[in-house]
């Protein structure tokens, strides 16, 4: 089993739709929860960060994170067809010789068609 | 703020050659720096970890020797692929950790080796 699990999809979706990215995970350690969005030929650019439980909103995006669950969820608000990339959720806060170091999951594409 | 550069973008080389890639923080200190590979279709995987004035920390499996990685400033770390093959060719992406926002890294805009 994998430390951290994310659906790769694809996903599919019309513009405006509500779209809904999870990952759970299986570390109870981790402290430190982050969502980035990776356009093709791209590094990550970081879309939200979370430390420990609780809700966090930035525009349309808004990360929920339930440590009790271990499972972290991205939602995105009237999507646009630039929102369409590859979307990895990342961890950190293992300590010991994983401090410092994010874990990723696999990555979920998400088409927006217009 | 918090912004990663690489250098260059993309490179192609001949076998057996050697390609160094920099890794610059342009607006803020980074005493962590990551590398990282990436397939296509794939998640990242990381190579190694580079901390200023120390040698760098390399994942297993990871053959130090190939991938060397030096972090001589708080602003700059490189990675050199020595005696490039084909089997090297990927995308390759550093990031810094920003301590001070809490663990969070920030991710280069990725170089593409090819090497033929």
């Known amino acids: 089993q994998k430390e951290v699990e994310q659906d790769p999809g694809p996903l599919s979706v019309p513009e405006g739709a509500i779209v809904s990215l999870n990952c759970t995970y299986s570390n109870s350690a981790f402290q430190y929860f982050m969502w980035y969005r990776q356009y093709s030929r791209k590094g990550p650019e970081l879309l939200m960060y979370t430390y420990s439980s609780g809700n966090k909103e930035d525009g349309r995006f808004t990360a929920q994170v339930d440590k009790s669950s271990k499972y972290i969820s991205l939602f995105i608000r009237d999507s646009q067809p630039s929102d369409s990339a590859t979307y990895l959720c990342a961890m950190s806060g293992g300590g010991g010789t994983s401090y410092g170091k994010l874990t990723f999951g696999q990555g979920t594409i998400l088409t927006v068609h217009p | 703020g918090a912004v990663v550069s690489q250098h260059p973008s993309r490179v192609i080389c001949k076998s057996g050659t050697s390609v160094k890639i920099e890794c610059r923080s342009l607006?803020?200190?980074?005493?962590?720096m990551f590398w990282y590979r990436q397939f296509p279709k794939k998640s990242l995987m990381l190579m190694a970890t580079s901390n200023e004035g120390s040698k760098a920390t390399y994942e297993q499996g990871v053959e130090k020797d190939k991938f060397l990685i030096n972090h001589a400033s708080l602003t700059l770390s490189t990675l050199t692929v020595t005696s490039a093959h084909p089997e090297d060719s990927s995308f390759y992406i550093c990031?810094?950790?920003?301590?001070?926002?809490?663990?969070?890294?920030?991710f280069g805009p990725g170089t593409r080796l090819t090497v033929l």
């Open positions: 607006d803020f200190q980074a005493t962590t």
């Open positions: 990031s810094a950790r920003v301590r001070e926002l809490t663990d969070t890294q920030y």
